[in-house]
């Protein structure tokens, strides 16, 4: 282990040891590794194991779907710097209604970045779900209503001026590979369509399901994973999380249910982070956008994935009905 690596750990826990758990992951397009780590003798008895997120860039540059050019590259170092000024500058205005891991320790050096974050599972969050029932999709979506409402108006400082990992600003190269056709087209309305929209707030910007953990009875989530948080309309969050959990008859079937749900959820988080905000104004402006969210994603994929699951027949649909909108 590097020895620098381990005595910032030593140093953060107040611990006189530790010992590799077992690796987690290998980080996307092998930019590091996260590993949990067991301590002992800390200063603090109620500090569990500690999750390191290691960020080494590798000397040749690769990615599971071949977009490995330069511009790939600082997108990817940028997230990083992102991530480590949001546990520092942001994450301890979280609580529990939209529950973050505690971060104990960060480094930046050269290109190399150190996240030593609490470990969820040992706080009470053991559990990682691949799909969802309507039922079980209601933490995760009380979770992003409060997360939006706490950061409603949040000026994004060190963080993405856009939030959200393929929003178009940082995707050329797969604006470039779509199809020419109407959404190639559209695809710069699209996107100031969501950034000119009231009410931004922060967007986590990578909602998926594999980034939230579950309390042992599922009716409690934390997220993880803030390498693109940023400004944003929530929808961008809603229709990715969505899309995340469910094919596309189960969209057909719980989207107005599940929006329903979301805005309830996120008028009361309102009354209670920022009571001056008018909910239903927010709504007004903000349900008809996950259309156009769902669709500025979808656009993402065309290029980025042609073959890739998401791309289905509700997604068309949504597609077909936003872009009429737009050039009738």
């Known amino acids: 282990m590097d020895i ?35 301590l002992s003798g800390a200063s603090d008895a109620a500090i569990g194991p500690v999750i390191v997120k290691h960020v080494s860039p590798p000397a ?45 320790a960060l480094e930046q050096y050269d290109n190399e970045f150190l996240i030593v974050l609490e470990d969820l599972d040992h706080s009470g969050y053991p559990l990682r779900k691949t799909q969802l029932s309507y039922a079980e999709m209601l933490p995760c979506l009380s979770w992003l209503a409060h997360f939006h409402a706490n950061f409603m108006h949040s000026k994004p400082e060190g963080l993405w001026p856009t939030g959200t990992y393929w929003h178009l600003g940082t995707r050329p190269d797969e604006w470039a590979a ?28 990578d909602a998926k399901l594999a980034n939230f953990c579950f309390s042992a009875d599922g009716t409690q989530v934390a997220a993880v994973d803030f390498q693109y948080v940023g400004g944003g309309c929530g929808m961008k969050d809603i ?38 905000i008018d909910a239903e104004a927010v709504e007004a402006v ?43």
């Not at 959990?245 to 959820?265: G, V």
């Open 60 to 104: 040749r540059k690769a990615h599971p779907r071949g977009w490995n050019t330069d511009h790939s590259h600082q997108r990817k170092l940028r997230s990083y710097e992102v991530e480590t000024a949001w546990y520092q500058h942001r994450a301890q205005r979280c609580d529990e209604h939209c529950r973050v891991p505690q971060c104990l």
């Open 4 to 38: 620098h690596l381990r005595n910032t750990i030593l140093q953060a826990t107040g611990a006189s040891n530790l010992q590799l758990a077992g690796k987690l992951q290998n980080l996307w397009s092998g930019y590091g590794s996260i590993e949990r780590y067991i």
């Open 239 to 276: 229709a990715y999380f969505i899309g995340s959990c469910l094919d596309e008859q189960q969209c057909e079937r719980l989207e107005d249910r599940l929006l329903d749900a979301y805005f309830s959820m996120l008028k009361q988080a309102l009354l209670q982070y920022q009571p001056d």
């Open 178 to 205: 779509m199809p020419d056709g109407k959404l190639k087209q559209t695809a710069a309305q699209l996107d100031q369509i969501l950034s000119d929209a009231p009410f931004q707030t922060l967007v986590h910007g």
């Open 286 to 328: 903000w349900r008809p956008l996950y259309t156009v969210a769902w669709t500025d994603f979808y656009r993402f994929l065309q290029g980025w994935s042609p073959g890739h699951w998401k791309i289905h027949a509700y997604s068309e649909r949504l597609a077909r009905e936003v872009i009429q909108g737009l050039t009738a």
